[in-house]
């Protein structure tokens, strides 16, 4: 798939950007951080894509759905150390080769509050990576939303990956 994006800023914009000590670092940044933004769209649409496929013509053999169609969602239906487990064990032997979980924020803020998220050191032990049963987490908010039709999210799109992804 061709995916082609382009991004301009006002003389405004650009003018706060270059009155800064270092205006190139500035401007980099700037164009650095739309493209983080824009990468995960593609990233996340590009999965979506994926997983709509697998449902349509692969019966969802490696979905594993367990939002509601109706109603408020119970403890079943939210996300869980067994739900993760059973979503890997879709990928039969293969699944010691996943890597990294991508969740919506409410999800990864679930996790939070139940204090499940642990977080691992770069190798400087400048940065620390959030984990979740010793997946790396990525949070973004462009995954899907399933809606229950009344406005309320019933559920939300969480996807397990692998090294090379």
Same mark, same amino acid.
């Given at each position: 798939? %061709?995916?082609? %994006?382009?991004?301009?800023w006002?003389?405004? %914009? ?6 800064g ?8 940044n700037l ?5 983080i933004?824009?990468l ?7 999965l979506?894509?994926?997983y709509? #496929?697998n449902?349509a013509?692969?019966s ?11 109603g408020?969602p119970? #403890?079943?239906n939210?996300?869980?150390a067994?739900a993760?487990?059973?979503t890997k064990?879709?990928?039969? #032997? ?8 991508i969740m ?5 803020t %679930? ?7 642990? +977080?691992?050191? #770069?190798a400087?032990g400048?940065?620390r +990576?959030p984990t979740?049963l010793?997946?790396?987490?990525v949070v973004?908010d462009t995954?899907?939303?399933?809606s229950n ?14 090294n090379?992804?």
């Amino acid at each position: 798939a %061709r995916q082609v %994006r382009t991004k301009s800023w006002s003389s405004m %914009r650009l003018s706060g950007v270059l009155a800064g000590d270092d205006p190139m670092q500035a401007i980099g940044n700037l164009v650095a951080d739309w493209w983080i933004r824009e990468l995960n769209k593609i990233l996340v649409a590009s999965l979506h894509g994926v997983y709509l #496929d697998n449902v349509a013509n692969d019966s969802g053999d490696m979905v594993n759905n367990i939002s509601v169609t109706t109603g408020t969602p119970a #403890d079943a239906n939210l996300i869980s150390a067994e739900a993760i487990l059973d979503t890997k064990q879709t990928m039969g #032997d293969a699944a010691e080769d996943l890597s990294t979980l991508i969740m919506h924020s409410a999800v990864y803020t %679930r996790l939070q509050k139940q204090n499940l998220i642990d +977080f691992i050191p #770069d190798a400087r032990g400048e940065v620390r +990576f959030p984990t979740y049963l010793g997946y790396r987490v990525v949070v973004s908010d462009t995954v899907q939303v399933i809606s229950n039709g009344a406005g309320n999210p019933s559920g939300y799109v969480t996807y397990l990956l692998g090294n090379e992804a």
